[in-house]
């Protein structure tokens, strides 16, 4: 399986966040923590306020928070969330892609299942599990 980098950023962003969940971080101060840009860690922030996984705040001492503690927040609820829209393989999606084999094909049943797996696996584990360390912990 491979995720998509709007996916790989989100975690990352939420790992931060997940590290000092009394504050407020906003676009810009992730973005220049992980070397990345701002306009995309918006639209990823964006997703994540929309799927109840992180609280938005404009204005002076704004920026964006975990909506809930980090141990309520399942790792695979985060990936389906960036995820959606995006299919392992082209014939699983909604409309059945360009697939010439379909109706023949073996493969595709098993595509589901190792999809399915992996995302319960990923069910297993909560953000607080991933959480990066403060960065207080870091400099002992």
Do not use: W
Not at 116 to 127: K, S
Request: hydrophobic share 45%; glycine share 8%.
């Amino acid at each position: 399986m491979r995720l998509t980098t709007f996916t790989d950023y989100g975690l990352r962003m939420l790992m931060r966040m997940a590290s000092a969940p009394e504050r407020a971080f906003s676009t810009a101060e992730l973005a220049e923590e992980f070397g990345l840009s701002r306009n995309h860690l918006s639209k990823i922030m964006q997703r994540l306020a929309a799927g109840n996984i992180v609280a938005t705040r404009r204005g002076s001492g704004g920026g964006a928070s975990l909506a809930r503690p980090a141990s309520d927040i399942r790792i695979g609820q985060i990936v389906r969330l960036l995820e959606d829209g995006q299919q392992l393989v082209e014939c699983l999606r909604p409309d059945g892609g360009e697939c010439v084999i379909d109706g023949q094909c073996r493969l595709k049943a098993r595509l589901k299942s190792a999809e399915a797996a992996f995302l319960a696996d990923l069910d297993d584990a909560t953000l607080a599990d991933i959480a990066l360390r403060p960065l207080a912990d870091l400099k002992d």
